[in-house]
């Protein structure tokens, strides 16, 4: 069975959508990944608890999304010494700003790597686990450099006119 390394967390269901792009860049990447909904406000136990042993469970990346007043990042990264990836969901009332502000601000001693609001952030958030992955598996670093080399080869030199 593959070892869980990334686990992506989020406070809410209707997160989901956004954190799926994530899981999907991992599973391009053939990262394994698990996905909970822990919630730093409704379910404070169950945060705790994720980051007590997120080490031992031998997870090695967290991606942690949360809209509005998104404390789920920063309580995670105050949980564990793993690096915590921060994903700022977009919200309707103030399109992800609130949610920026709550993810990037954190005090010196406990960083999370804020990524961009909603689906790019996510993405982002997926390829970067994978970066810090790839640091020790030179297997994944390939697989990541082919993707890069991928997207960027899609990329046509001169617009069209639709
Ligand atoms: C946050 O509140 C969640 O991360 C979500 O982005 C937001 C709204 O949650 P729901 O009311 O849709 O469950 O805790």
Same mark, same amino acid.
């Given at each position: !069975?593959t070892?869980?390394?990334?686990? @992506?967390?989020m406070?809410?269901?209707?997160? #989901?959508?956004? !954190?799926?792009?994530?899981?999907?860049?991992?599973?391009? /990447?053939?990262?394994? #990944?698990? &996905?909970? @909904?822990?919630?730093a406000?409704?379910?404070?136990?169950?945060? #705790?608890?994720?980051? %007590?042993?997120?080490?031992?469970?031998?997870l090695?990346?967290? @991606?942690?999304? &949360? =809209?509005g007043?998104a404390?789920?990042?920063?309580m995670?990264?105050?949980?564990?010494?793993?690096?915590?990836i =921060?994903?700022?969901?977009?919200?309707?009332?103030?399109?992800?700003?609130d949610?920026?502000?709550?993810?990037?601000?954190?005090? %010196?001693?406990?960083?999370?790597?804020?990524?961009?609001i =909603?689906?790019?952030?996510?993405?982002?958030?997926?390829?970067?686990?994978?970066? @810090? /992955?790839?640091l020790?598996?030179?297997?994944?670093a &390939? %697989?990541?450099?082919?993707w890069?080399a991928?997207?960027?080869?899609?990329? *046509?030199?001169? *617009? %069209?006119?639709?």
């Amino acid at each position: !069975m593959t070892e869980v390394k990334v686990g @992506i967390i989020m406070g809410s269901q209707s997160d #989901w959508p956004t !954190m799926k792009e994530a899981a999907d860049i991992l599973d391009e /990447l053939g990262v394994a #990944w698990e &996905a909970r @909904i822990v919630s730093a406000h409704r379910t404070p136990d169950r945060l #705790w608890a994720y980051g %007590r042993d997120a080490v031992g469970r031998g997870l090695q990346v967290i @991606i942690a999304g &949360a =809209g509005g007043a998104a404390h789920l990042p920063g309580m995670m990264a105050s949980k564990t010494r793993l690096p915590v990836i =921060g994903v700022p969901v977009q919200t309707k009332a103030l399109s992800g700003v609130d949610s920026l502000y709550s993810i990037v601000q954190m005090p %010196r001693g406990y960083p999370v790597a804020t990524m961009a609001i =909603g689906a790019a952030g996510a993405a982002n958030a997926g390829l970067m686990a994978a970066g @810090i /992955l790839s640091l020790q598996d030179s297997g994944l670093a &390939a %697989r990541l450099d082919d993707w890069r080399a991928a997207l960027s080869a899609s990329i *046509p030199e001169e *617009p %069209r006119n639709d």
